[in-house]
């Protein structure tokens, strides 16, 4: 079975502090995401990353970066946190070849505070 | 850029009844494929059911099936013989049928979801 985790699934934080979200998948995936998700808003995609050090915007990129040094792992990272990134954020993995619509495969989440 | 909406914020159903979740979407590209969605309270989000453009046969996984209207621009999934089990979010999600050096790309376009409660 495919496996994404992510490092925590509760986390609070303070305005201003660097925060940093880690995702592992275990499936030698080439795509992974990182997906914002609030109530009545759905889920939004805030970047991708196709390959090692390779990364797309997605929908709302703003205040947020991410890194993809090895394949198996992708970093979301707030610079500098605001109460407004308050959200359930969502990683994901998919593996680009073969059948082209490849499932993404979903992590735990990780509900972020910021206080 | 494609859109895709859920109209159905909540819905609820007995157990054992079937009910049927909306999803609509607009695009203007051909080759493309569509996704629901269930994320369990507290739990992951897993595929529920895919289904091809380009295949005029509704996609069914056992209790589950859709019905693809693509002319209608329409993806609604019906869920028979609900059970307990089924209460959830339900997300319909479009994915471009186009690679990426093709202008495509691996996103999913999601709805804002509906919350399915089912009744004993």
Known sequence: DVKVTQSSRYLVKRTGEKVFLECVQDMDHENMFWYRQDPGLGLRLIYFSYDVKMKEKGDIPEGYSVSREKKERFSLILESASTNQTSMYLCASRREWGSSYNEQFFGPGTRLTVL | ?120
Do not use: H
């Not at chain 2, 695009?27 to 895919?50: A, N």
């Not at chain 2, 621009?73 to 089990?85: E, M, P, V």
């Open chain 2, 1 to 120: 850029a494609q859109t895709v909406t859920q109209s159905q914020p909540e819905m609820s159903v007995q157990e054992a009844e079937t009910v049927t979740l909306s999803c609509t979407y607009d695009t203007s590209e051909s080759d493309y494929y569509l996704f629901w969605y269930k994320q369990p309270p507290s739990r992951q989000m897993i595929l529920v059911i895919r289904q091809e453009a380009y295949k005029q046969q509704n996609a069914t996984e056992n209790r589950f099936s859709v019905n693809f209207q693509k002319a209608a621009k329409s993806f609604s999934l019906k869920i028979s013989d609900s059970q307990l089990g089924d209460a959830a979010m339900y997300f319909c999600a479009y994915r471009s049928g186009r690679v990426r050096n093709q202008g495509g790309s691996e996103k999913l376009v999601f709805g804002k979801g509906t919350k399915l409660t089912v009744n004993p």
